[in-house]
């Protein structure tokens, strides 16, 4: 793998040695140096140095003072410029995968798919750059216009996470392009080379421009770059992926200067399959929302609540399923389950199983650590109501809970503090308009016969309760 990854990340100007923050230019920042391992078998893939608090108000400053200059260039001028990143992203769409996949773990065609995605919300932006509508409405004062227009806010703060480390930046920064917004980037720090590779694709074109400043990043330590974004009001938005504990003091201290937050935090998905489901589609959705990207999306299937007639079919087809899953090397085309991000996150996985069968409930498949960061991913057999139910565990562990009549598959599913995504299998109709109206599922998405993982352009993304309650892309 060493050579293959090292061709990959030299095409995409990745040096052993790289700079951490990017204001106009690229900074030789002065905070500690940070190690990037990748998680398939913890080979070093290259260096950085961090920024300190210095570089990250160079970065603000910076991006700040870009901001009268692109807020002034008419909109659609804006889009085409985030129409040629969409290009450079369209040529670099391999290698930029490839790199996902190298720092992250998840398997290629996901790393690819992430892309994708930046590339479909580049497309989506540009439309929207001649489409950014308000409404007028007929005044009560005679003579009087009155019309709605939508402003930039100014520079934007992004904070994102390590599993999706490329898709949510661009479904925030290219939109925030379009509207005339410039962007601070500050990803995490598991993916810092995917982030820098980004960057470099995405500023040249705004340095061609005459618009070095528009696009900004800055890698560095929560208590240097993380912390001093929350309380910043040169940034009136902040952006953020992550779990709902982190989200919930992102929220506090940003209200404190009534900044404005938009937070995509933690999911506990839900699938409700009624006893007319097609039993196949059932586990071929939950197998993949379950174990795709290793159980890392905020998005994953984490409890899959079968009606009593399909519940013996339903566990036994989806443990056959899970004895063939090729787990390995996410870089090779026939993996399906790469590894976890790291060790860290095996163990969390390990003590989450631990603590479920403290509670009661017993794994039926799966749950053992293979080697590094690789785990086989894990079913458990579990009753309605039981506490752990409610936590999201970041990993591939998924719950099989019976149930009797609709209304009590919908009570169950709805008993969690999250509400990102859901899903009902079905063929009635009428069960379906049940799921998905204001009696149904209390989530922010709410698919029927499709799992709960995957997002789409334009659709808008995001949950309610403790998942924050923004939209994204
Ligand atoms: C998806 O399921 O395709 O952290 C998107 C996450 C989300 C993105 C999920 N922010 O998993």
Redesign the pocket.
Known sequence: MATQAAEILKRLGIESENPGAYSDEWIDCAGEELESRSPIDGSLLGTLRMADSEDYNDVVYKASKMFPKWRMVPAPQRGQIVREIGEELRKHKNDLGAIVTLEMGKILSEGRGEVQEMIDIADFAVGLSRQLHGSTMHSERPLHRMYEQWHPLGAIGLIT?F??PV??WSWNALIALVCGDCVVWKPSLKTPLTAIATQRICAKVLEKHGFAGVLTLVIGKNEEVGERMLIDKRLPLISF?GSTAIGKRVSEIVSERLGRTLL?LGGNNGVVAMDDANVDMVVRAALFGAVGTAGQ???STRRLFVQKGIAQAVTEKLVAAYERLRIGNPMESDTLVGPLIDEDAVKMMMDGLDRIREAGATVIHGGEKIEGCYVKPAIVKAVAGLKILKEEIFAPILYIVEFDHLQDGILAHNNVPQGLSSSMFTSSVASAETFLSHAGSDCGIANINLGT???EIGGA?GGEKDTGGGRES
């Open positions: 996470a599993n999706f898709a949510v992926t995509e999306r905020c998005t993982s995957g997002a993304f």
